[in-house]
């Protein structure tokens, strides 16, 4: 799989010929990214919970491509009445793309679209690929005891996608200790940071409560690809 940072926590994870675009924001950051959305093909829009910094491209997604399947919870999928295709799992279900499970999981945050209506509940995603690895994507959350018990549920947790912005989610020591403590993670792609002025963080420091914690922390830059 290849994960590219768009910018707060949007990712674009490409897996085998499908795309995922997980909470379109990526206008944000494009003059840094490089970002263009006509150029790239999007199949699946992946949410993770219903705040304006997590699906204010959506629509622009679906304009331009209008076959590309929203997922999300109830409420979030029904929002978006005019997407064609929508698959709307639940916390505890999962859904498939080709051989790649998708687990919905709990987070610990609120959900409500900028309009003020109800987005349901805010959720992670496991993604569980066929040769036993396992990413988490955790969304926006603090701390919650849940985590625990996910590597215990899904196996080991290669790689995690954690908030350390502080202040809307958890910062970056308690993303340590959650990625240390509860995920049993060696490695985690930091997001939901530097974007407002609330969530800018000390870069140096948040990697040094990571080191503290035997876990290795990376903080992408707009439009930087890794291999997963």
Request: proline letters at 5%.
């Amino acid at each position: 799989m290849k994960i590219e940072f768009l910018g707060q926590n949007c990712f674009l994870f490409t897996y085998q010929d499908k795309t995922i675009l997980c909470d379109p924001f990526y206008n944000y950051k494009k003059a840094e990214s490089g970002f263009d959305i006509s150029a790239r093909k999007i199949d699946y829009i992946l949410l993770t919970h219903a705040h304006g910094d997590h699906i204010a491209d959506v629509e622009e997604v679906l304009q331009h491509y209008p076959d590309a399947t929203v997922i999300g919870v109830p409420e979030v999928c029904g929002y978006f009445n005019n997407a064609k295709n929508t698959d709307d799992v639940n916390i505890g279900g999962s859904t498939k793309i080709g051989d790649l499970t998708l687990s919905m999981v709990p987070a610990q945050h609120t959900s409500s679209f900028p309009d003020g209506s109800y987005g349901g509940v805010p959720v992670g995603y496991i993604f569980q690929f066929p040769e036993g690895r396992n990413l988490y994507l955790a969304g926006d959350t603090g701390v919650m005891a849940d985590m625990a018990l996910f590597p215990r549920m899904y196996g080991n947790l290669d790689l995690c996608i954690l908030p350390v912005g502080d202040h809307y989610t958890m910062g970056a020591e308690k993303a340590a200790f959650a990625a240390a403590e509860l995920l049993k993670t060696p490695k985690v792609i930091g997001c939901h940071f530097d974007t407002f002025p609330a969530i800018e963080i000390d870069h140096e420091l948040a990697k040094q409560f990571f080191r503290n914690q035997h876990v290795e922390l990376v903080l992408p830059a707009a439009g930087e690809i890794f291999e997963f």
